[in-house]
């Protein structure tokens, strides 16, 4: 199938932050030939709960699959899959632009004010422009930019994303699974 056809769609696996989980999340994507986006891991709301956001595009029935297959790793605590309507969604993007170009045209300072772009860093050499905002929010700023031949490295991060609902899908997996360790701690 072309990526026309398909939609792209963010899963994020809640788990333990253990060694090698990693590899074992990627293989399933590699197992049914679907290419990853972008990847970010990090620490989750719950202490000792790591979150990983993973891009892709997909039909909803591979989606599906590969998501279960995700959630049957024995490290992994939940899993689930979402479409852009359904969460809030965030990446960054960095930009070293050459000074010298940017004070000579004014055009370029005019473009970052105009993405609502920050200058972070200046020194005779270079400038850091940070970016946050919607991948096309960053592509559009790095397309004007390349525009004044000014840049000299990019580079923009994964999707981050947290659901539109009002808790975390994992925040009840573990109330549920404490009250049932609760339970058994009391009968013994």
């Not at 994507?29 to 679907?34: A, S």
């Not at 590969?66 to 960095?94: H, S």
């Not at 981050?160 to 009840?172: G, L």
Request: aromatic share 8%; hydrophobic share 35%; with cysteine.
């Amino acid at each position: 199938m072309e990526q026309e056809s398909k939609t792209l769609y963010t899963i994020l696996v809640f788990s333990e932050n253990l060694a090698g989980l990693l590899n074992q999340i990627t293989a399933v994507f590699t197992r049914r030939q679907v290419n990853i986006e972008s990847l970010n891991v990090s620490a989750s709301s719950i202490k000792g709960i790591h979150k990983y956001t993973i891009t892709c595009y997909s039909d909803e029935e591979t989606i599906d699959k590969i998501t279960r297959q995700i959630e049957k790793k024995i490290d992994v605590l939940q899993a689930n899959y979402y479409t852009d309507d359904e969460i809030f969604i965030q990446e960054c993007g960095l930009f070293k632009i050459s000074t010298p170009t940017m004070l000579n045209e004014k055009g370029i300072s005019r473009q970052i004010r105009l993405h609502d772009a920050n200058i972070v860093e200046v020194n005779p050499t270079y400038a850091i422009v940070t970016k946050t905002g919607l991948t096309e929010d960053i592509e559009s700023l790095y397309a004007a930019l390349q525009e004044f031949k000014c840049v000299l490295q990019y580079v923009r991060s994964g999707r981050i994303a947290i659901t539109k609902s009002r808790r975390e899908h994992i925040s009840d997996y573990i109330n549920e699974r404490e009250e049932k360790h609760r339970q058994l701690t009391m009968e013994n």
